[in-house]
Structure formats: C-alpha cells, structure tokens
C-alpha cells in the first residue's frame, strides 16, 4: 500500500501568520500524499468575546451552544481553512478544504451524556474513505477543518485530533497511514522543561515504565497530560495505523524523516 | 450534450431560515445535474457592525478590506456555504462546498481601477471546469460560495451573480447550460408593482424594444435596473449558455420546467 500522511496542527501554529505560512510551505513540500487537519486556535474564543458569547466550560470542556457553533463554523471552516488552502494553491500544493458535511465526508453524532449537555459536539460515526481517496489519488490534497454534521442537516462541533485520529485509522484499510500530530514541544518530553529530553521511540512496554515506573505506581517520568495522547496513540496503531508521531511543527521534515520528534509504534 | 442547471440564490432568502430551507429541499428534488452559487444576504453587513468594522460604499460598491474580507470569508465560505451544504446533505442531495481556492476552481486577480482601490476585490480569470464536472458527474453537487483566489495566497471577494455567470459560460464547452437567478420579484416585469406582469420571454428584438421603445429612445418599459442584468443574460447567450431564466427562489420548480419567470434566449 501506498504511504499517506495524516498532519494535524496546533492552535499554536494556527495564531502566528509567520509560523503558519513556513509551516504550510514545508507541508506542501511533501512529496508523499498527504491529509491536513487543522484546529481552531484563537480566533474563535476572541471573536466569541467581541460578540459578547459567554463561553461555558465545564470540567474544561467547552459547551457549543448554537451562537458558539455558529462562530466556531465561520472561524473553521470558513477564515481558517480557506486561507490554508490559498496558501498550500500558493505554494504548488492542490488543496481543497473540506468539513465533514462536504461529501458526507465525516458523519457524526450529537454527543449523549448521562447529565452534561455538551450542546452542538459530534462524536464521528463514519469517515467517507472513498470520497477522500478520489482526491487523493489526483493529487489534491485535503484540509479538515474540524467540524462534522450529523446528516439531518446540522452542523457539529468535533475535536480536530479526533478528526484526524478517525481520519488516520479509518484511511488505514487503504494505505500505509503515519498520523503526525504537531505542538509546541519537540516530542514526548522526559522533563517537561527541557526540549531536547525527547524520547525518539515509545514503544507500549516503554509507556507502561514511563506512566508507573517499577512498582506500577508513582510519578510518571512524562508530563501528566501526554499520557491521554499517548493512550489515543496506540488505539489508533491497534485500529491498523502504522506510526504516531508527535513534535514540533517548526520540524515537520523532520517529522517526516524520523530525525525529528516522538516515533510511538506496537514494537 | 447533458444539461446542466447553475442556480443562483439570492440574498433575500439567505436571510430567512424558513425560505431558504424550502428552496434547498426544492433544489435537492431536481433530477439533472446542478451547480449552486449563493451571495451573502445582510449576514456579513451586520457581523461587520457587530465588529465595528466600517463599511466602506463608493459608487454603489463596498470596499473590500482586510477586515472586511476577513468577514465576507467567515460568512460566506464558512457559515452560509457549511450550513446550505448540511441542509441539502438532509435532503439526500450530496453537495460540496466550495470557494474559488478549493482545488483551485476559481482563479482571479484583484481588480484594477486608474482611480478606485477597491481593495480585495477579485474579478474572474478561469473556472477550472474539469474539476467541477469530476463532482457533476459523480453526482456531486458543488455550492460555490462568491469568494475566489488569485493563486498567489490572496482570497479575493467577487461578486455571485458574476461567479454564476462565469461558471455557467465556462461549463457551457461540456454541458446545455441553463442559468436561473432567483431574486425577490417573479420575473422581469412591465409593471415593478405587478407581480403578474412577468414577461414570458425576451428575446434581443424584444429586448430593444423594451429598452427603448418604438423612436430608440424615451422610458423603458422595463424596471432600469434589470437592464445591467439582461445585458448580462445576453453576454452569457453569447457565450455559449442556452438559457437564462430569472425569477422568484420559491418558484424554482416553474422556473426548471419553464411555467414560471422569464426566459431570455437568443431568439
């Protein structure tokens, strides 16, 4: 099977014009065939502000109410990801910017929960593999922008690196797919303040001594808040991805050489 | 060769949620292939209000600046075009957002005036109609939002009347194209106050005629605002197109099997 990258990239790249326009130019040096999936940054929670909707969060998630989703839509998949696309046009990249009702490309699901209403938030039920492939396979490359429909006509608010894992592990069945997430930190760090403790490979007997080292409790040698990461890693590579690669945007070559960032592999 | 229907919808049934929604299921029911193109109702204007942005009118024109692209962009390309795009998706229509950047499928260049800056203004190069008729013929609906890109980074605004007029010239080289604009009256009228006063067909004798009657000079006999309008209907003849059918959005169905609004042809 042919190889495909599937890059996600942080809201930190999304807020610096300077970083985002370097980082789209070395994305559209990739020589392979490749899916970018985007997040929202800050724009989204500033323009909120400026129309004056309060923002609820509640246990740090953020409730889409239908004035929340209706900024979230225009600031995605609208601001954000069409000015990717001109810019991947710009740099010799045939793009198209896609959300998931474009094509039926992801359905999803209003989120269900006991007692929290989450409002407008879709949990993905299927990734259109065959409609995605089509552009693929003529060398345009697609942008997600993180927002999916539930096929009765709305609009739903979804995490971008779920989109991106569902997107990774559902292109599986058709290629060799590598899921490169991007942040701010050069990879899986050892100590969280310094970047050039970065673990190049983590493998699952290696998580298991990082999250509870030798008695199988204690401190974790990571920082706290990679280890959901690293759990959703290794679904993905046990849903038929092949590699997880976590670092820095700045380093993308890099990401794509393997000089560069945290490898999470099943062996 | 197949027909083809690019259906403009205008700005009056954007802003209500009711009609718009009736049209698009009526748009969805249309049996031949189609191509959507819609503007941008009053939305943009009150966000940029909302934003205290100010608006720039010269000659009739708004002014496209950075800020103001920046909403037309969310508005359009985002809000509008994801909504009707989930809506016809609800209506068993598989349709595809797109602005001109989407796999470069509408290359423009900023305008150029001796004296005006119209700012971000695009005015249309080249529809890439190969890429829009590998939707048509997969039985995918693409609804093109009125934004465009010069191929260099820059999105550009342009106005959706023009867009659906060069999508339906340029479309005419493979596909019988019929050109539907809908706007608030029923047709062209003799009376503007008579909405029974719709001219069945005009042809360019009769065109003249109404223009100009009987000495080639003196009142039209038509509301003057629909002259800019029919000279376009008559350029798009010119072009290649086979028909061009003007009249109300709620009447979409009259207007594809010819019982409704006017029909301009070149005789």
């Not at 922008?145 to 979804?158: A, C, V, Y």
């Not at 679904?235 to 490898?263: C, H, Y």
Request: with cysteine; net charge negative; aromatic share 6%.
């Amino acid at each position: 099977m042919a190889d495909l990258f599937v890059i996600k990239i942080g809201g930190n790249i999304i807020d610096d014009e300077t970083k985002l326009s370097l980082f789209l130019k070395s994305f559209a040096a990739i020589d392979n065939k490749k899916i970018l999936v985007h997040g929202g940054g800050r724009l989204a929670t500033k323009l909120a502000e400026q129309l004056k909707i309060p923002q609820q969060v509640v246990e740090g998630r953020r409730i889409t109410d239908a004035e929340t989703l209706k900024v979230v839509t225009m600031v995605y998949t609208g601001y954000i990801n069409k000015n990717i696309v001109a810019q991947l046009q710009s740099n010799n990249c045939n793009a198209i910017g896609l959300c998931g009702a474009d094509g039926d490309a992801i359905l999803a699901h209003k989120r269900e929960h006991p007692v929290m209403d989450y409002g407008f938030v879709g949990d993905v039920d299927v990734v259109n593999t065959v409609f995605l492939q089509s552009f693929i396979e003529k060398n345009i490359t697609p942008a997600l922008s993180p927002i999916t429909h539930d096929g009765k006509g709305q609009l739903l608010n979804t995490n971008a690196d779920t989109i991106a894992q569902e997107v990774a592990k559902a292109m599986s069945s058709e290629y060799d797919v590598q899921l490169i997430y991007t942040f701010e930190k050069s990879g899986v760090l050892t100590d969280v303040n310094d970047d050039n403790s970065v673990i190049p490979v983590i493998t699952p007997s290696l998580f298991s001594e990082l999250k509870a080292p030798l008695t199988g409790v204690g401190v974790p040698k990571i920082f706290a808040g990679m280890i959901p990461k690293l759990d959703n890693a290794f679904a993905a590579l046990n849903s038929g991805v092949k590699k997880v690669i976590i670092g820095k945007a700045e380093n993308l070559a890099g990401l794509i050489d393997g000089s560069s960032g945290t490898t999470i592999i099943n062996e």
